[in-house]
């Protein structure tokens, strides 16, 4: 249990993920008076936490973030980002080191292939792009609106394209579908969407957690092969974090550490 009259200086969540909204609540309901999450702004009605404050936007790089940590007197940054957000990531990671504040990296750890599955591992998209099997005519790419540029001069290929916001229409495949759903989605409706449209191959990042994994195991059942975009590389931040449990845990370090 955090100590509710040591936490008087705030705590920075970078989010954007369900960890981090969590991480949020569960802090506050622990008796933290000035718990901030983070977003980009990337999403026009993001879910927000029931507790904590919330500050949208970015901070202008590092030096930004670095400026802002020592400006609101942040006693500590918990990097809560989503795993593929590696802009983010680094900057945090030399903020902390500018700052000298204690810094946690929260982040899932990856899916892991079961052995009836078939995935098929790229670098990047362009390389996803061109990993596709020949033979996938209906692709279904889980990926977030950016990203599905890469996929544009693949002309040969129908594409079922699931986003929060729209995609670009000027760096979106001719042929495509949109469908606008946020998570968690489960594996039978998985199954079921991917059953209706057809799909023969599934383009996805390896996200990790529960909340997206309904794809992974319907592409499963269904036979599918996945073509999974691998994690970016990031910075070995000091302490590591794969649960928002172990996250509450390291928290409750840092303040016995200074007390
Ligand atoms: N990439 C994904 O697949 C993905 C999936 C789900 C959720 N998300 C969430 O969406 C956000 C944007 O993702 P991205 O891949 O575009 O990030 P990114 O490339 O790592 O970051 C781009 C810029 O956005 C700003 N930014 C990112 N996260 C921020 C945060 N939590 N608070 C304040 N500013 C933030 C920073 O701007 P400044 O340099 O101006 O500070 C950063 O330099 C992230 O917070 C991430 O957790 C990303």
């Given at each position: 249990?955090?100590?509710a009259a040591?936490?008087k200086?705030?705590?920075?969540?970078l989010?954007?993920?369900?960890d981090?909204?969590?991480?949020?609540?569960?802090?506050?309901?622990?008796?933290?008076?000035?718990?901030?999450?983070s977003?980009a702004?990337?999403?026009?009605?993001?879910?927000?936490p029931?507790?904590?404050?919330?500050?949208?936007?970015?901070?202008?790089?590092?030096?930004?973030?670095?400026d802002?940590?020592?400006?609101?007197?942040?006693?500590?940054l918990?990097?809560?980002t989503?795993?593929?957000?590696?802009?983010?990531?680094?900057?945090a990671?030399?903020?902390?080191?500018?700052?000298?504040?204690p810094?946690?990296?929260?982040n899932?750890?990856?899916?892991?292939p079961?052995?009836?599955?078939?995935w098929?591992?790229?670098?990047d998209?362009?390389?996803?792009?061109?990993?596709?099997?020949?033979?996938?005519?209906?692709?279904?790419?889980?990926?977030?609106?950016?990203?599905?540029?890469a996929?544009?001069?693949?002309?040969?290929r129908?594409?079922?394209?699931?986003?929060?916001?729209p995609?670009?229409?000027d760096?979106?495949?001719a042929?495509?579908?949109?469908?606008?759903?946020?998570?968690p989605?489960?594996?039978?409706a998985?199954?079921?969407?991917m059953?209706a449209?057809q799909?023969?191959?599934?383009?996805?990042?390896?996200s990790?957690?529960?909340?997206?994994?309904?794809?992974?195991?319907?592409?499963?059942?269904?036979?599918?092969p996945?073509?999974?975009?691998?994690?970016?590389a990031?910075?070995?931040?000091?302490a590591?974090a794969?649960?928002?449990?172990d996250?509450l845990?390291?928290?409750?370090?840092?303040?016995?550490?200074?007390?």
């Amino acid at each position: 249990m955090v100590d509710a009259a040591a936490l008087k200086r705030p705590v920075l969540i970078l989010g954007g993920t369900g960890d981090a909204r969590l991480l949020v609540e569960q802090l506050t309901q622990a008796g933290h008076r000035d718990v901030r999450l983070s977003l980009a702004g990337a999403t026009r009605a993001p879910t927000l936490p029931d507790r904590g404050s919330v500050r949208i936007g970015g901070f202008g790089g590092a030096q930004g973030l670095a400026d802002y940590l020592i400006g609101e007197q942040i006693a500590l940054l918990i990097d809560a980002t989503h795993p593929y957000a590696a802009q983010i990531t680094a900057h945090a990671h030399a903020a902390a080191q500018h700052t000298k504040l204690p810094l946690l990296r929260l982040n899932r750890p990856p899916w892991v292939p079961h052995t009836d599955d078939h995935w098929i591992s790229a670098t990047d998209h362009l390389q996803a792009a061109s990993l596709m099997p020949s033979h996938a005519r209906r692709i279904f790419l889980s990926i977030g609106r950016k990203e599905v540029a890469a996929y544009a001069n693949c002309a040969d290929r129908w594409f079922l394209i699931r986003s929060i916001e729209p995609p670009d229409p000027d760096t979106t495949p001719a042929r495509h579908r949109w469908i606008s759903a946020r998570g968690p989605f489960d594996m039978a409706a998985e199954t079921m969407l991917m059953r209706a449209q057809q799909i023969d191959c599934l383009v996805t990042k390896n996200s990790g957690g529960k909340a997206t994994y309904g794809k992974i195991a319907a592409a499963r059942t269904l036979g599918l092969p996945v073509v999974m975009i691998a994690r970016p590389a990031e910075p070995q931040a000091d302490a590591h974090a794969e649960t928002v449990a172990d996250a509450l845990a390291w928290v409750a370090r840092q303040l016995r550490s200074s007390a």
